[in-house]
């Protein structure tokens, strides 16, 4: 039960951690407003999930951070 418990939570890291590679990816360099705000964003759970899973376009991510 555990290691099912750490293997999600390893998960999760990854997501967020691609999602701020894509950040990067789209000219939002480190310490930027919009970079600063896909951390706060990236580093709640509940607007992680909503991120990954509702927000469908790429302009609507951007909005939202």
Known sequence: MESRA???QEERARGAKA?????VADGFLPGTPVWLRAM???RNPYYRQFYIED???PEVQYHFI
């Open 19 to 23: 999602c701020m590679q894509l950040v």
């Open 55 to 57: 927000l469908e376009t």
């Open 40 to 42: 706060e964003v990236f």
């Open 6 to 8: 750490r293997r999600e």
